[in-house]
């Protein structure tokens, strides 16, 4: 992985995120291109980009949060998968398609719990077992294809969860969001966050309570770097923060993204996603999930199947390289956590917002036509 050097896009504390990002793009060909992303774990203090050209830097690269929200995680994996198509020449399909598996099965062990991640790969397996490719180097080809349209798709599909998810916010709405769901986390634009920047964009001046997030604080490093930039009212606030918040009357909804929801509505999300609904509920507020329909696995009657990622105990006591903790103390550090569904008011999908949440609405909203590119 190489830091690309100035000259390329720049967006500092003070700027923000005003300059347009991509989160993850594919450079060049498929034969002599790269993946490049923007080194999340570097924000909002530095704006520096990543270039992938092996399988084991992109494994890396989501494993240490390089990067990281459950689209933009699909998307990464997608273009890894090509890479690793690749890696032993493209001399016929047969090793192509071999390689692909091997990437494929590799990636897949870098992140239990976003469900976009195995949704991606199994999606570029599919299309090199279908694929009638003459030659290894067509056959390439068409995986990059497939990878640049999960890509395109994820953009569709965050615009019109933007949409949708507006249609829910009221002029001057107090949003409390947990986490990143933005541009950063998916292809662009977001989920969570495509509902602030829809309402933003209608006039609605949406004013919002970034939680901060730890351990890893994506809400303060990255929401609220994505939100100032775009010129939204944010404000960050700690975690515990988040039920005075309510107290006071300034939060008139709750907007977060999901890793994986079941078949029940049923959401995992970043850890303290929970606690949020909890809240919520008993300060009468609606709480809402906004994802794509890549993000639901159906395979699961309800949450208690999702695996839930557990990090190093070192991103609790002495994250962002100072001790907090005394030496040797215990430390539990679940990534995620699973909101029930019925916590939530309603799941904003590409589709629209299944509300009551229920097996059958998610299952009818899934079936239908896709959103409109
Ligand atoms: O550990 P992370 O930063 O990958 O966790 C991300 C989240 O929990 C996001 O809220 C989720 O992926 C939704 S992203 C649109």
């Given at each position: 992985?190489?830091?690309?050097?100035?000259?390329?896009?720049?967006?500092?504390?003070?700027?923000?995120?005003?300059?347009?990002?991509?989160?993850?793009?594919?450079?060049?060909?498929?034969?002599?291109?790269?993946?490049?992303?923007?080194?999340?774990?570097?924000?909002?203090?530095?704006?520096?980009?990543?270039?992938?050209?092996?399988?084991?830097?992109?494994?890396?690269?989501?494993?240490?949060?390089?990067?990281?929200?459950?689209?933009?995680?699909?998307?990464?994996?997608?273009?890894?998968?090509?890479?690793?198509?690749?890696?032993?020449?493209?001399?016929?399909v047969?090793?192509?398609?071999?390689?692909?598996?091997?990437?494929?099965?590799?990636?897949?062990?870098?992140?239990?719990?976003?469900?976009?991640?195995?949704?991606?790969?199994?999606?570029?397996?599919?299309v090199a077992d279908a694929e009638t490719a003459?030659?290894?180097?067509?056959l390439?080809?068409r995986?990059?294809?497939?990878?640049?349209?999960?890509?395109?798709?994820?953009?569709?599909?965050?615009?019109?969860?933007?949409?949708?998810?507006?249609?829910?916010?009221?002029?001057?709405?107090?949003?409390?969001?947990?986490?990143?769901?933005?541009?950063?986390?998916?292809?662009?634009?977001?989920?969570?966050?495509?509902?602030?920047?829809?309402?933003?964009?209608?006039?609605?001046?949406?004013?919002?309570?970034?939680?901060?997030?730890?351990?890893?604080?994506?809400?303060?490093?990255?929401?609220?770097?994505?939100?100032?930039?775009?010129?939204?009212?944010?404000?960050?606030?700690?975690?515990?923060?988040?039920?005075?918040?309510?107290?006071?009357?300034?939060?008139?909804?709750?907007?977060?993204?999901?890793?994986?929801?079941?078949?029940?509505?049923?959401?995992?999300?970043?850890?303290?996603?929970?606690?949020?609904?909890?809240?919520?509920?008993?300060?009468?507020?609606?709480?809402?999930?906004?994802?794509?329909?890549?993000?639901?696995?159906?395979?699961?009657?309800?949450?208690?199947?999702?695996?839930?990622?557990?990090?190093?105990?070192?991103?609790?006591?002495?994250?962002?390289?100072?001790?907090?903790?005394?030496?040797?103390?215990?430390?539990?550090?679940?990534?995620?956590?699973?909101?029930?569904?019925?916590?939530?008011?309603?799941?904003?999908?590409?589709?629209?917002?299944?509300?009551?949440?229920?097996?059958?609405?998610?299952?009818?909203?899934?079936?239908?036509?896709?959103?409109?590119?």
């Amino acid at each position: 992985m190489t830091a690309v050097p100035p000259g390329e896009p720049e967006a500092g504390p003070r700027e923000g995120a005003r300059r347009r990002f991509k989160t993850v793009q594919w450079i060049g060909d498929a034969a002599g291109g790269r993946l490049r992303m923007i080194d999340q774990t570097r924000l909002p203090t530095e704006f520096v980009e990543i270039d992938c050209e092996d399988v084991e830097s992109v494994w890396w690269a989501i494993k240490r949060l390089s990067v990281r929200g459950a689209p933009a995680i699909g998307v990464a994996a997608a273009y890894g998968a090509v890479i690793g198509a690749r890696s032993r020449g493209t001399a016929d399909v047969a090793t192509v398609r071999e390689a692909l598996r091997d990437a494929a099965a590799r990636l897949a062990t870098s992140r239990p719990t976003a469900v976009n991640l195995f949704w991606a790969l199994d999606r570029m397996r599919r299309v090199a077992d279908a694929e009638t490719a003459e030659t290894g180097g067509l056959l390439l080809d068409r995986l990059l294809a497939e990878a640049r349209a999960i890509a395109d798709e994820d953009r569709a599909m965050c615009r019109a969860i933007g949409r949708h998810g507006a249609e829910l916010i009221s002029k001057g709405d107090g949003i409390l969001t947990h986490c990143n769901a933005g541009g950063l986390a998916t292809a662009d634009y977001g989920t969570a966050l495509a509902v602030i920047f829809s309402a933003h964009e209608q006039g609605k001046s949406p004013r919002v309570f970034a939680d901060e997030t730890r351990p890893l604080l994506q809400g303060a490093r990255l929401t609220a770097w994505e939100l100032a930039g775009q010129g939204i009212d944010v404000t960050l606030i700690c975690d515990s923060m988040a039920a005075q918040v309510m107290k006071e009357g300034r939060v008139q909804a709750v907007v977060v993204g999901a890793d994986r929801i079941a078949a029940n509505g049923d959401a995992a999300n970043k850890i303290g996603t929970y606690g949020v609904a909890v809240l919520a509920r008993h300060h009468g507020i609606p709480f809402y999930v906004a994802a794509p329909s890549s993000t639901f696995d159906l395979s699961l009657a309800d949450g208690s199947g999702i695996p839930i990622e557990e990090r190093d105990p070192s991103e609790v006591t002495e994250g962002f390289g100072r001790r907090t903790a005394p030496e040797g103390v215990g430390v539990y550090n679940p990534a995620f956590d699973v909101t029930p569904a019925g916590l939530i008011s309603g799941i904003i999908t590409e589709r629209g917002v299944v509300s009551p949440v229920s097996e059958k609405a998610i299952r009818a909203a899934l079936g239908g036509p896709p959103a409109d590119p």
